[in-house]
């Protein structure tokens, strides 16, 4: 089993900056890769950002320039800087990571964090 929970979600102002961190704990192991999708009430969920276990990022176009993700091996931690906060940013963020272990990729789901951008 495998167990994602998010954290830093909040209330921000237009053009303000919110830092979510995820924390894996569980049996992880065969990590494939590590991001974040977001999902706001009537749309799809969207990808926000990707990390590679070889470390390469992936954003989606909307994300580029503004958001950065990062992680923190010895803390089995996937973070996301966000920066220059629109309203359209406002959504339910879920972690995720893509585990691996020789056969296909299997993607595991944290409860999501809620981010309001707002003035």
């Known amino acids: 089993q495998v167990q994602l929970v998010e954290s830093g979600g909040g209330f921000v102002q237009p053009g303000g900056s919110l830092r979510l961190s995820c924390a894996a704990s569980?049996?992880?192991?065969?990590?494939?890769?590590m991001g974040w999708y977001r999902q706001a009430p009537g749309k799809q969920r969207e990808l926000v950002a990707t990390?590679?276990?070889?470390?390469?990022?992936n954003y989606a176009d909307s994300m580029k320039g503004r958001f950065t993700i990062s992680r923190d091996n010895a803390l089995n931690m996937v973070n996301l800087q966000m920066d220059s906060l629109k309203p359209e940013d406002t959504a339910v963020y879920y972690c995720?990571?893509?585990?691996?272990?020789?056969?296909?990729?299997?993607?595991?789901w944290g409860q999501g964090t809620q981010v309001t951008v707002s003035s």
């Open positions: 995720y990571v893509d585990i691996a272990p020789g056969g296909g990729v299997t993607k595991y």
């Open positions: 569980g049996s992880i192991f065969s990590i494939y890769a």
């Open positions: 990390l590679t276990r070889g470390g390469i990022t």
